[in-house]
């Protein structure tokens, strides 16, 4: 483990509790024992850098871009809303992002009063950035066989959690952390080209993971990573049309990397929840200059604890595409030639009536004002929620414009609202064909009775079982659902369009939440299971 101390760093504490000395506030907000620390020690360490430099730049001035917008809050609580979307917009997109710095920045001489007022919040940010650094090392290595990042990729968040007095909390936190408190949405509501900016930072962050990770070969990652910068850049003309209007959420951005590491995608979610929080803190003037700091520090600690704000990760997942990719900067494998199509307004708020999971009250979804049904009827992502109906209807077909595939046609349905046995037999066999999904099965001793029953009903192996014979099974639906319950699984199947059209079929939603409220100890309410 190596630890970076300065004689800069040193003088900067010394000031920092000078500074905090003085002040009134609790006791817990007057110093920091904290300390940076350094990247892990390993061969992959900066591979990124030299394989992918284009995309890493960027990181750099991004960097800028957190840095200035708390400065600017911080120091000119007065200042005009053109200073930070006009002035310092137009320098960070006309300027830096066109020619980003070849080398990280050191935030704290762009921040210098903000860092005064929460150096716990910025080395937290740090750390969690560093984790980001080193996850891209990791992932484009070609020198490292699957196996080995993944083993790679463990240790990293090892060594990440072996810092809790930095480190994000790799539980997942409801919107109510985000968007329910007194001071939520104060910047985006104010700045919305800026908050679109930084929206379509953390759409970059998370979604260049999902190229490295589906590439097979140097030459495919090395294409979808150009796809994704090229598309982030896209994201940047005529502001803020075409910015992501809800906060990207790494399981509906980056689904693939997150089946793979949902470890890893929780702790950036949170991160991004926590940069969006402060932003809030230091633009709201319901919140007195004299409480910011006080403000932070609990949110921070919220942000790093495993009991506040929480929800399972089945609900993270489930909120992440209920909340839709096309709201959120749209997919980033298999781009489409335009941007997809929002169904929320911009300001959209997910908290509250919105869309809130795991809130103190209960963990059931309440998706009302986004025109969604109670959670039986949940519309998975790409729905028009506008045109969601009552709960005492069926639910109609989503639009999958954005996955680049067709709903069933009603022909392909069977009668009174059931799947059709092609759909069913359909279903069966890609689930199957996936072999992180037939891993899973092999290791759920429900899923495995199932299989029996079918193997049984039918006297043959699953492998080799015919569609008629899946389709005719009254086991095979039940089978699929308990399995799609799963949500490792689920992200899995939304990375597969024909996949994810299946899992969206009506009658297959509401055996879902059939299944969730009737086994509340299944593998789906398993809400770490890493």
């Known amino acids: 483990m190596m630890t970076k101390f300065t004689a800069r760093a040193a003088l900067g504490a010394a000031a920092i509790g000078l500074a905090l000395g003085a002040s009134a506030e609790p006791a817990r907000a007057q110093f920091t024992r904290q300390h940076e620390q350094f990247y892990m020690p390993a061969e992959h360490n900066w591979v990124f850098r030299r394989n992918y430099p284009g995309a890493d730049r960027l990181f750099n001035a991004f960097d800028y871009g957190h840095a200035i917008l708390y400065e600017k809050l911080y120091t000119r609580p007065g200042a005009p809303v053109s200073e930070l979307e006009e002035r310092e917009y137009d320098f960070i997109t006309r300027r830096l992002l066109l020619s980003p710095p070849r080398m990280p920045l050191e935030e704290a001489a762009i921040e210098i009063e903000y860092v005064k007022l929460a150096p716990e919040a910025k080395l937290m940010f740090e750390w969690a950035h560093l984790l980001h650094r080193q996850m891209y ?51 985006r509501d104010n700045y919305p080209k800026f908050n679109g900016l930084i929206w379509g930072y953390h759409w970059l962050q998370v979604g260049l993971y999902e190229p490295l990770v589906v590439g097979r070969t140097p030459e495919e990652r090395q294409t979808g990573v150009t796809a994704t910068v090229a598309r982030f850049r896209q994201m940047l003309q005529d502001a803020p049309r075409n910015m ?86 749209g997919p980033v494998v298999g781009l489409l030639p335009g941007f997809p199509e929002p169904t929320v307004e911009r300001g959209a708020v997910m908290a509250h009536g919105g869309m809130q999971h795991g809130a103190a009250g209960g963990s059931a979804a309440d998706h009302a004002a986004m025109g969604h049904g109670p ?91 015919p569609a008629g014979a899946a389709a005719d099974s009254a086991q095979a639906i039940d089978f699929a659902v308990r399995l799609l319950s799963d949500p490792e699984v689920e992200a899995r199947i939304h990375s597969d369009p024909r996949l ?14 059939e299944l969730r409220r009737a086994q509340p100890a299944a593998p789906a309410a398993d809400a770490h299971r890493h």
């Open 375 to 465: 959670p039986s009827a949940a519309a998975p992502q790409g729905t028009d929620h506008s045109a969601a109906p009552p709960p005492s209807t069926a639910m109609p077909m989503t639009d999958h414009s954005a996955h680049g595939a067709q709903a069933p046609s009603a022909s392909a349905k069977g009668g009174s609202g059931s799947p059709s046995p092609a759909l069913i037999a359909e279903l069966h066999a890609r689930l199957m064909a996936d072999p992180v999904i037939r891993e899973r099965v092999a290791t759920d001793p429900v899923l495995q009775r199932l299989i029996g029953e079918m193997q049984a009903a039918h006297g043959m192996d699953h492998e080799a079982m």
């Open 244 to 329: 992501p209007r809800l906060m990207p959420m790494t399981a509906a951005v980056a689904p693939r990397f997150t089946a793979r590491y949902p470890e890893a995608a929780i702790i950036f979610d949170n991160l991004h929840g926590m940069h969006d929080v402060i932003s809030d803190i230091l633009a709201s003037p319901k919140v007195p200059r004299e409480r910011k700091r006080e403000e932070i520090l609990r949110a921070a600690e919220r942000y790093r604890d495993a009991t506040s704000f929480v929800m399972t990760q089945a609900e993270w997942l489930e909120m992440s595409h209920a909340m839709g990719v096309q709201n959120m900067g």
């Open 500 to 513: 994810h059209q299946l899992w969206s079929d009506p009658e297959v939603q509401r055996r879902l939440a």
């Open 137 to 187: 090392d990791v992932l484009g290595d070609d020198r490292l066989s699957e196996t080995q990042k993944d083993a790679e990729v463990a240790s990293l968040l090892r060594y990440y959690k072996s810092r809790p007095d930095v480190a994000f909390s790799s539980v997942p936190k409801n919107m109510e952390l985000m968007e329910g408190q007194y001071y939520a949405t104060a910047f």
